[in-house]
């Protein structure tokens, strides 16, 4: 699999806002499936939130249901995940990839079907 470039990650305090960024200037985004995940120490790899290649359909994972928001725009070639009201448990570090699939039920085994992944980007949520 192709590695695409996550940004965006800080510090930020509990109830704050972060909005991440994933790209790549290997390859066009266009026609795949893109999902994000993340991973705290200690902890496996879940998958967060995925979104269809017309940007038109999004599904997330429980844990970020209702506070992240996941997007696309194909001519800048770029997927971003809008973070709201961040808690303490979502410190982690986080990471886009493209995906085969897009269902809500199996968004946090997202993961497993991913080969090739990025260098991630450290969100810490701390007071």
């Known amino acids: 699999q192709l590695q695409l470039v996550e940004s965006g990650g800080g510090l930020v305090q509990p109830g704050g806002s972060l909005r991440l960024s994933c790209t790549t200037s290997?390859?066009?985004?266009?026609?795949?499936?893109v999902g994000w995940f993340r991973q705290a120490p200690g902890k496996e790899r879940e998958g967060l939130s995925c979104i269809n290649r017309a940007g038109d359909i999004a599904r997330y994972a429980d844990a970020v249901k209702g506070r992240f928001s996941i997007s696309r725009d194909n001519a800048k070639n770029m997927v971003s995940l809008q973070m709201n009201s961040l808690k303490p448990e979502d410190t982690a570090v986080y990471y886009c990839?493209?995906?085969?699939?897009?269902?809500?039920?199996?968004?946090?085994?997202?993961?497993?079907?991913?080969?090739?992944w990025g260098q991630g980007t450290q969100v810490t949520v701390s007071s």
């Open positions: 990839a493209t995906v085969s699939i897009c269902r809500e039920d199996m968004i946090l085994n997202m993961a497993r079907g991913v080969i090739s």
């Open positions: 290997a390859f066009t985004l266009k026609n795949s499936i």
